[in-house]
């Protein structure tokens, strides 16, 4: 069955989908979706068929909405998204990730949901929050939030969650605990630079067919674990700075990733010499090469979130990039030459590619 | 019995809600929201947040007085929700 690639928007202003040719030269945007309100991750469970996003409205808080028919309409719900009435309110649903039959959310103030009826309703993780670490987590520049869900691809009871200025966690059961992984990343903001807890993980991937093996960029530098996470190596060298938000695996070969720096946490969070480039890795992180070609090589003072990087699963990988500024690139053959998609869209949280059937 | 009034915004997120209701019971706010969310579940949701409280950048305001979910609901107040210029 033929199939067709949509690029999944979550921005400021709404949800975007857009709708590719075949040859991936041409996108039909549609949106804004789900009343404009801001959506962090926009994502698609092809176990249904729905997709789901995952939202904050400064006035009507954190919900999750879903369309069982790809963006022909919408419903929003957060019944079970909260810790009760003692402890820090959730505030923004971060991310929605399918695994294992189900939905995890990840929210601010960190922590962790999962739902079995397609979202409908949550229920709390809460053995996440009972790490004797919680008590002294402490929030990064964009809140304490839990905005990495990554599901082992064969072992149910293995997920790993990242939360901004606290660092990765795994749980080898389930979620009935959960354990840091960090040993090895370095901490440049606190005084002890390899704390247990405390590192600022900003994203991080395994391929399927590697799941021992994780890339991590981190706020102090890029990373790489052979052992699940448990310890990690410095993959820095070649970048040209320690610091950026995106990672991504390719979908047919483990050692191959990307990733876009910036010039720095203090001196503007932008691209290195207003140049944007995205940096490629086909050694697993042994060496870097930038590729630039068909993008702003002057004045490009933008910056690209997180969650605003992904790859298709056509061959060649296609590449897409959304930037703080509302522009998204895409790359046709795996970076090495860029066009500009779309421009003028809202600041831009999260990029997914995906194939559904036609 | 309350007439209560709720902003476009509100009611596009909880479908087939009027944006004018008359006749809704309660004698607090509280009491007003929960039998809003009753019929209308996620009302409770979008207006208030842990504690309980009332969303910070959301208002409420019963008979032209800003409220809290504790403010006593007269017979024939009229209630309206609004969302605050703090939010965006």
């Known amino acids: 069955m033929a199939s067709r690639l949509l690029i999944l928007l979550g921005t400021r202003k709404g949800a975007f989908i857009l709708e590719g040719s075949p040859g991936r030269d041409a996108f039909l945007v549609r ?16 176990a249904s068929g729905s997709l789901l996003a995952g939202a904050g409205s400064p006035w009507f808080g954190p919900t999750v909405w879903r369309s069982p028919d790809l963006g022909g309409t919408w419903s929003q719900a957060s019944d079970g998204i909260t810790y009760g009435d003692d402890v820090p309110a959730v505030t923004r649903v971060w991310t929605v990730t399918p695994a294992n039959g189900a939905l995890y959310a990840g929210v601010e103030s960190a922590g962790l949901f999962r739902s ?26 964009g809140g304490l939030i839990l905005h990495t869900i ?5 072992d149910p009871a293995r997920m790993w969650i990242g939360i901004s200025a606290v660092g990765v966690f795994e749980t080898r059961d389930g979620g009935s605990s959960w354990t840091a992984r960090n040993r090895g990343v370095r901490a440049d903001h606190l005084p002890d630079t390899y704390p247990e807890t405390g590192v600022c993980v900003h994203k991080f991937g395994l391929h399927p067919a590697n799941p021992e093996r994780l890339y991590q960029q981190n706020h102090s530098g890029a990373y790489r674990s052979d052992d699940g996470g448990a310890n990690w190596r410095d993959m820095n060298a070649g970048l040209p700075s320690h610091f950026g938000f995106p990672l991504v695996v390719h979908p047919h070969d483990p050692e191959t990733i990307w990733t876009v720096p910036l010039n720095g946490d203090d001196i503007g969070r932008y691209m290195p010499e207003a140049a944007m480039a995205v940096w490629r890795s086909r050694d697993g992180g042994a060496s870097w090469q930038r590729q630039a070609d068909g993008l702003p090589q002057q004045h490009a003072y933008l910056g690209v979130l997180r969650e605003a990087m992904a790859v298709d699963r056509l061959d060649p990988v296609g590449v897409y990039i959304g930037t703080s500024t509302g522009q998204l690139f895409g790359s046709r053959d795996e970076g ?15 990029v997914e590619a995906v194939l559904v059937d036609a | ?44 949701d979008r207006v208030c947040e842990a504690g309980p409280r009332i969303r910070v950048h959301m208002n409420v305001f019963v008979d032209g007085h800003r409220a809290q979910l504790d403010t006593t609901v007269a017979a024939a107040s009229t209630i309206h929700v609004i969302p605050a210029v703090s939010g965006g």
Request: hydrophobic residues 40%; aromatic residues 8%; charged residues 15%.
């Open chain 1, 31 to 46: 949106g804004p979706f789900c009343e404009t309100m801001p959506i962090q991750h926009l994502a698609w469970d092809p």
């Open chain 1, 116 to 141: 079995v009826d397609g979202g409908v309703t949550w229920s709390h993780v809460s053995a996440l929050r009972d790490h004797p670490s919680c008590a002294g987590w402490q929030p990064g520049n």
């Open chain 1, 150 to 154: 990554v599901a082992h691809p064969t």
């Open chain 1, 336 to 350: 090495g030459t860029w066009s500009l998609l779309a421009d003028f869209l809202p600041p831009i949280s999260s």
């Open chain 2, 1 to 44: 019995m309350a007439l209560v009034h709720l902003p476009r915004s509100l009611a596009a997120l909880l479908p087939g809600i009027p944006r004018h209701l008359d006749g809704i019971p309660g004698e607090t706010v509280a009491e007003v929201l929960r039998a809003l969310d009753a019929e209308w579940p996620g009302t409770w």
